[in-house]
Every structure is written in C-alpha cells, then in structure tokens.
C-alpha cells in the first residue's frame, strides 16, 4: 500500500515543518545562552552542561525531523 494512501502527505509536511520550525527555535535560544559568556560565569557546571545535553537532543531531533522531511518529497 503506498503511503500517501495512509497519510495526508501536505499535512504530513505541514506537520514537519512546524515541528523544524518549534526545534530550531528551542536550539538558537539555548545556543545563546550557551554563547553568553556571563551565563557560562555564573551558572552552575551542572546546569551548564544540562544545556548542552539538551541542545544536543534538540539537534537529534531536528535532524529526525529533516529526514522525515526529505523522506516525503
């Protein structure tokens, strides 16, 4: 059975898009704060390096999101 009769493939894409969109804004907010250099003074090892962890899950994540993407076309 071809997928496009299981899914709405415009909806699907829309979908993604948003998604990409909804990541890549949650990686540039944490990429500033990563980038401030009175943030990286103040706060604590631990909370440093939960925002690395959590842009590098938020990286993972729009990397499965663009292939998905890229799957559909």
Do not use: C, W, Y
């Not at 990429?31 to 842009?55: C, I, P, W, Y």
């Not at 990286?59 to 998905?68: N, R, S, V």
Request: proline residues 1%; without cysteine; charged residues 40%.
């Amino acid at each position: 059975m071809p997928i496009a009769e299981i899914l709405d493939l415009k909806a699907e894409g829309a979908r993604l898009r948003k998604d990409m969109a909804e990541t890549e804004a949650k990686m540039k907010k944490i990429s500033t704060k990563l980038e401030n250099l009175q943030f990286l003074a103040k706060a604590l090892d631990g909370v440093v390096q939960e925002n690395r962890h959590r842009l590098d899950d938020e990286e993972a994540k729009f990397d499965g999101l663009a292939a998905a993407f890229r799957r559909l076309s």
